[in-house]
């Protein structure tokens, strides 16, 4: 009987990856590189979701923000602790505090926007504040990033009604959308900038004409013509912004006071308008995730880090992706606005001739090693700095995961201290025995666990387990009814206790877990974490 009642009690979509917490679904990295001297320790940031429109059969199972340890570890399931569609999920430090935040909201994967807000939470996993766009507009998903402590930089895709005749638009054809940028205070909301492109780009620059696939054909405000696509934005110490503008395959800067566009790095020799000569003739394209890397002293020199796809969706009149290089990969330029020359310093092209379609990111990490996330295809790779892959991982696996998608991926130092409590299952065996189970979503701080028998009222000790990932095991050779456990930290301290919990009757064996999902059990996660320890 309590058997059914468990086994009815749980969620559609868990996958019995944790006893203690079955409502649980992360997604299953399948690690293929792992170097553990040579890879970067911090966490892993990522928000995979699933590409295959209302497929509910795809993985993830639960889109989420997830934090992972840089082996592939769970530390911390965001699936509920943010609202629906999350994408661009970091750590950042706000006010002298250590915090996360993400893009919350709807996405219209067809032209790739999304409209929704930004929500920051502390290190206990709580809200602080929800961050919107100024001046009556919605912000869109691809960008926050936060300067200073004090600022964010937002992105807003803003439909206007224009006489589009001489891009080659009929007299229905009147939508384009503006590419803004706002610098937003964090505490007040305030507006401090604000930037749109059609006050300084002319939609003849971009690569996209009017009428072609995802760039849309400008017949309503809903498939306004997405001439320029701005994906991201930096500000640099002299208070100047970087701009990434996927349809005129184009890197801007811009003047932080004027707003005018001090140069532009062209992607494509022969086809973009640039102010540089691309050394070699090097070419990029529809890329994202520009990022002021060094500036010369005299700021006439300035390196960038950016993601280049390289290939854009269905964009082409036959519904093709329009390719440029052959395979996707982060890039580190030089820009030279003395000679007015662009060199390719740094390039790490995709390993299993990944080419991105859509989304991405490229972050170069303290350690000098680079992440770069493959975007629609559903990876990430790590390079040391000179190109030597030390890591790399798909973001879910098995047959259902091909349609695995992520924007952006990160690593950053984190401590979490979660304000939920701590999650135990106890289960007796058939043979009297008591195996604990035992999580704490999102603590980074627990190295043992200490279990305790609770009998008439009076604690006893039972046993201690060193922490071994997201969910630690404790088997003991007798049966007991009641159990409560504290997480331990580093210096001995007690963290945290879990409530008292009773015992239940074992249901399924422990080392053959089953997916009891709504998919047949295809795949052994055990046999995989086997072959990965190996
Ligand atoms: C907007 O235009 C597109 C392209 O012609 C069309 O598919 C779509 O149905 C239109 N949407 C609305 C709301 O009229
Ligand atoms: C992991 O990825 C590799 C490379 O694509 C693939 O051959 C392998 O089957 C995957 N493993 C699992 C468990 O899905
Ligand atoms: C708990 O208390 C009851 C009644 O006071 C007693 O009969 C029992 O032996 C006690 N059990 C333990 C394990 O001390």
Redesign the pocket.
Same mark, same amino acid.
């Given at each position: 009987m309590l058997g059914a009642l468990l086994l009815l009690a749980l969620p559609a979509y868990a996958d019995w990856q944790y006893r203690s917490r079955p409502d649980l679904a992360p997604p299953k990295l399948n690690i293929t590189v792992y170097d553990a001297e040579k890879v970067s320790p911090e966490y892993l940031f990522i928000a995979p979701f699933t590409g295959a429109p209302g497929n509910t059969f795809h993985k993830p199972r639960q889109s989420a923000p997830y934090i992972f340890t840089s082996d592939g570890e769970l530390v911390w399931s965001g699936y509920g602790a943010f609202g629906t569609w999350n994408a661009n999920f970091q750590a950042a430090r706000y006010k002298d505090d250590d915090v996360l935040f993400s893009f919350e909201g709807d996405h219209n994967a067809a032209y790739g926007h999304g409209h929704g807000h930004h929500t920051v939470l502390n290190s206990n996993y709580d809200l602080v504040k929800e961050i919107r766009a100024g001046n009556h507009k919605i912000t869109d998903k691809h960008e926050f990033h936060i300067k200073d402590e004090k600022t964010a930089l937002i992105e807003i895709y803003q439909p206007v009604p224009r006489n589009l005749a001489e891009f080659g638009g009929s007299e229905e054809q009147q939508w384009i959308i503006n590419a803004i940028f706002q610098e937003l205070d964090l505490d007040t909301g305030e507006v401090l900038f604000e930037w749109a492109s059609l006050d300084h780009v002319s939609p003849a620059e971009s690569v996209l004409p009017l009428n072609e696939g995802e760039a849309? =054909?400008?017949?309503?405000? =809903?498939?306004a013509w997405d001439y320029f696509h701005i994906n991201s934005v930096d500000k640099d110490d002299n208070g100047d912004y970087l701009l990434s503008a996927r349809d005129t395959a184009s890197l801007y800067k811009i003047d932080g006071k004027t707003g005018e566009i001090l140069w532009k790095l062209g992607g494509i020799p022969g086809v973009t308008s640039s102010s540089f000569k691309n050394v070699d003739d090097f070419k990029f394209g529809f890329q994202h995730h520009a990022r002021y890397v060094w500036t010369s002293e005299d700021g006439k020199k300035q390196i960038i880090s950016f993601f280049d796809n390289s290939a854009h969706g269905t964009e082409d009149k036959d519904g093709s992706q329009v390719h440029l290089n052959k395979i996707s990969s982060g890039k580190i330029v030089e820009v030279d606005t003395e000679k007015w020359e662009a060199k390719l310093l740094r390039n790490y092209p995709a390993p299993y001739g990944i080419r991105a379609k859509s989304q991405g990111s490229t972050h170069l990490l303290k350690s000098g090693n680079v992440l770069v996330n493959w975007g629609s295809e559903g990876s990430v790779t790590e390079y040391t700095a000179d190109g030597e892959i030390v890591f790399h991982a798909f973001l879910d696996s098995d047959e259902f995961s091909d349609k695995v998608q992520n924007y952006r991926a990160f690593k950053f130092d984190w401590h979490g201290y979660p304000s939920e409590s701590v999650a135990v299952l106890s289960e007796i065996t058939d043979d009297d025995e008591t195996i604990f189970y035992v999580s704490w979503n999102g603590d980074t701080e627990t190295k043992k666990w200490r279990f305790h028998a609770v009998q008439n009222g009076s604690k006893k000790l039972l046993g201690e387990t060193e922490r071994t990932g997201f969910e630690t095991k404790l088997k003991i050779n007798k049966p007991v009814e009641r159990v409560f456990v504290e997480a331990i930290d580093e210096s001995a301290n007690v963290l945290a206790s879990s409530d008292d919990v009773l015992s239940v009757e074992q249901v399924l064996p422990a080392e053959k877990k089953s997916d009891t999902g709504i998919l047949p059990p295809k795949f052994n996660y055990f046999q995989w974490r086997l072959q990965k320890d190996n």
């Open positions: 849309g =054909s400008g017949y309503n405000s =809903s498939d």
